[in-house]
């Protein structure tokens, strides 16, 4: 329940869809286990898990959804030493050295052989829609994670208008500029890990931690061309997080204070102590959101197309 990661996006035209008529849409892709032949299945599911059985779940005027993958795992080693019999077999029988067409054919029929016993791993992905603050927020540290889910949206609903934040100046330079020039953004506070990184296709990297990011030592490293692609942050005593130069959002942490604010509702209750930590958790998100994008000079509503 409790994100980890953001992958924040904007909705560039309004999002206007109500909430029957995305369950609906929603319905049209919901996940179902793979078959013996199938390599992976990507579907909506519960967004309460074994909590609820709607594929959705509202509260504060936010919508969170879960997608749900499974793939199947073949080991490479095992396709690769079952082909190489193959390939030799009919190389000693027919004299001959195994066509392109022929190799690739035998690998179809070993990962078809192979299907109904492989072993299956489940991921699911969860994000939230907010319409009054016109973003998506992905609970995920990959990106190509991140357009899978806004791809299996985007298929159910036909469109979406959605895009991701980027500042005019460069994330980098920015971020850059805090270190070289002192300029602390406002309610964050600067934390004690960072990834530097010079200008050039094989450019040195810098790692970060336990250290200082306003030291004499790391500003000699700014001072020699290297800018600022991940900075650890601090953000009003309601999160930890590190801030990366695509403006995505990596190792969320909220502070016991924020869990504190429901310890008086009766986890006996797990459904409503789910929905007060959705609202809580969503609360408290949009507005370190509009925050951190703010110290960009970007709102969550500039990308609506007028």
């Known amino acids: 329940m409790w994100f980890k990661n953001l992958f924040i996006f904007a909705f560039t035209r309004p999002f206007t869809i109500t909430e029957e008529e995305l369950e609906s849409a929603l319905q049209e892709h919901v996940f179902a286990p793979c078959g013996k032949t199938e390599m992976s299945r990507f579907g909506w599911s519960s967004a309460l898990g074994k ?40 190389e000693h029988e027919h004299s001959r050295k195994a066509t392109k067409k022929e190799k690739e ?17 489940i991921s699911d992905t969860q994000g939230y829609i907010c319409a009054e603050k016109n973003i998506i927020v992905v609970n995920t540290s990959s990106r190509g994670k991140a357009e899978d889910f806004l791809a299996l949206l985007r298929k159910c609903l036909g469109s979406l208008p959605v895009t991701s934040f980027a500042a005019e100046a460069g994330a980098e330079t920015i971020m ?13 506070v600067i934390g004690f890990e960072g990834e530097l990184k010079a200008m050039g296709e094989d450019a040195a990297v810098i790692k970060c931690k336990n250290q200082d990011l306003l030291s004499d030592e790391i500003i000699a490293h700014l001072n020699t061309d290297k800018q600022v692609v991940k900075i650890a942050f601090d953000y009003e005593q309601v999160l930890s997080c590190i801030l990366c130069d695509d ?9 016991d204070s924020v869990f504190e604010q429901n310890d008086d509702i009766n986890n006996d209750d797990i459904l409503v102590k789910i929905d007060a ?30």
């Open 105 to 121: 054919q035998f690998k179809e029929d070993i990962t078809f052989e192979l299907l109904p016993r492989a072993f299956s791993r």
């Open 51 to 90: 909590h609820g059985d709607r594929l959705l779940h509202q509260a504060n005027g936010c919508i969170l959804l879960n997608a749900r993958k499974e793939e199947k795992i073949l080991p490479a080693s095992v396709v690769k030493e079952q082909l190489e019999a193959k390939i030799e077999q009919l």
């Open 247 to 255: 403006l995505s959002v990596k190792r969320v942490k909220f502070h």
């Open 176 to 188: 850059t500029n805090w270190l070289l020039e002192q300029s602390l953004p406002e309610r964050f």
């Open 277 to 306: 930590d959705f609202t809580l958790m969503t609360g408290e998100l949009n507005k370190f959101i509009e925050d951190m994008l703010a110290q960009f000079e970007l709102t969550t509503d500039a990308y609506i197309e007028s």
